[in-house]
């Protein structure tokens, strides 16, 4: 089984609908982030949480929520989608610095 | 943030060539983090280099730590189908979040 699940892997929406993106991890580690990607624009950070507490806003968190219900689990809102949060949105997980850090899958975004 | 540029944006050669990347900045920095992210997935780390001049490898994969500080290089040798993927840099400019460059399409002929 994979370390660090993404849930839906893909999704259709229409402007004005909330959606939630979920991650859990099976690695044991107190960090977790959400970063969306952009064809060449590199990763952008959402959120970032460093264990269940703390939750910290990232470089873009303008428009998204998050939730860490748990060690394992830190989840992505959009409250209200626009068709330019269309992107891959990956979550990923860390012992401590970036050099630790893994990636789930993804989650393909698509709000029209 | 980090401004990293890579280059080549883009590589199509044929199976059993070797290829070289490489990653640049205008400012100095302790580390240097390569990834591969394949169609469909999340990026994978491949190789992470921590002093100037470090020289690591990975398999088929060297990555090299620039001596000034200010650059990283990766070479595949001998490239297969499945070595396809963007390759990413990342300069460690932060001791949280990954930020990467534009990344390098590599497409391999069989």
């Known amino acids: 089984d994979a370390d660090v699940t993404q849930t839906p892997r893909n999704r259709i929406t229409k402007t004005g609908k909330r959606i939630m993106l979920e991650c859990s991890q099976t690695?044991?580690?107190?960090?977790m982030y959400w970063y969306r990607q952009d064809p060449g624009l590199g990763l952008q950070l959402i959120y970032y949480s460093f264990d269940v507490k703390d939750i910290n806003k990232g470089e873009i968190s303008d428009g998204y929520s998050v939730s860490r219900q748990a060690q394992a689990k830190f989840s992505l809102s959009l409250e209200s989608a626009i068709p330019n949060q269309t992107a891959l949105y990956f979550c990923?997980?860390?012992?401590?610095?970036?050099?630790?850090?893994?990636f789930g899958p993804g989650t393909r975004l698509t709000v029209l | 943030g980090q401004q990293l540029n890579q280059s080549p944006q883009s590589m199509f050669i044929q199976e059993g060539e070797d290829v070289s990347m490489n990653c640049t900045s205008s400012?100095?920095?302790?580390?240097w983090l390569w990834y591969k992210q394949e169609p469909g997935e999340g990026p994978v780390l491949l190789i992470a280099?921590?002093?100037?001049?470090e020289l690591t490898s990975n398999g088929r994969l060297t990555a090299q730590f620039g001596i000034t500080r200010k650059d990283s290089f990766l070479n595949i040798s001998a490239s297969i189908p499945s070595d396809v993927g963007i390759y990413f840099c990342d300069s460690g400019g932060s001791n949280y979040k990954l930020t990467f460059g534009k990344g390098t399409l590599l497409t391999v002929n069989p």
């Open positions: 990923a997980t860390s012992e401590r610095g970036p050099d630790t850090q893994y």
């Open positions: 690695k044991g580690h107190d960090r």
């Open positions: 400012s100095i920095f302790n580390t």
């Open positions: 280099l921590y002093k100037a001049g």
